[in-house]
């Protein structure tokens, strides 16, 4: 092989291992777009249908919990409970009201600023449990979490929860509003 030939092959061969590595880097180096924030909208929770508590906590938690930019009522969180819940509660879970309940003044700006309020229930007392019903006090606690990463307390109720075993497990039937502090 002459010389010229030589040097031609040398040349195809840097070529090549430079456009290799240049591919190598190219498909492995990933996304420059951030990938989309996380949310459990239209995520069911599954509370452990044995334990009344747990369920009254989670159901209750679940009802409390809004995403305003992409929910357009609080009627929306309570429909996403529908599997957890029975009698009136199940009733009124069903089909949106007509006419739509409106939401609270603050809404539109949770809205508008992607807020996310989120609840907190905790028990409150001494459950009651029977054999097919039980009643839970609680205490709900909302905040609001900002997209800037701030946390404004909202509001807090105690309430009362009232269950019933059903062959699916324990179902929240209904609650009353017994107290409301902003």
């Known amino acids: 092989m002459n010389r010229t030939a030589t040097i031609v092959l040398a040349c195809f061969g840097i070529v090549g291992v430079v456009t290799i590595a240049a591919a190598i880097v190219f498909f492995s180096r990933g996304s420059d777009t951030p990938p989309r924030a996380g949310t459990d909208a239209g995520i069911a929770i599954d509370p452990s249908a044995t334990d009344p508590a747990g369920v009254a906590t989670s159901v209750m938690s679940g009802v409390y919990t809004w995403q305003p930019a992409v929910q357009d009522s609080p009627w929306e969180a309570l429909h996403e409970q529908r599997d957890n819940l029975t009698g009136p509660m ?93």
């Not at 205490?139 to 609001?144: G, K, L, M, P």
């Not at 324990?170 to 509003?177: G, P």
């Open 90 to 182: 199940a009733t009124a879970a069903a089909a949106r009201p007509i006419p739509a309940p409106q939401p609270m003044s603050e809404w539109s700006a949770w809205s508008r600023s992607s807020d996310i309020v989120t609840a907190i229930t905790t028990l409150d007392g001494e459950p009651s449990i029977g054999t097919g019903k039980a009643t839970l006090p609680v205490v709900i606690s909302q905040t609001v979490q900002h997209t800037s990463g701030e946390i404004t307390p909202y509001t807090a109720y105690t309430a009362t929860v009232d269950l019933e075993r059903t062959d699916h497990g324990w179902k929240v039937a209904n609650y009353r509003l017994d107290n409301a502090s902003r």
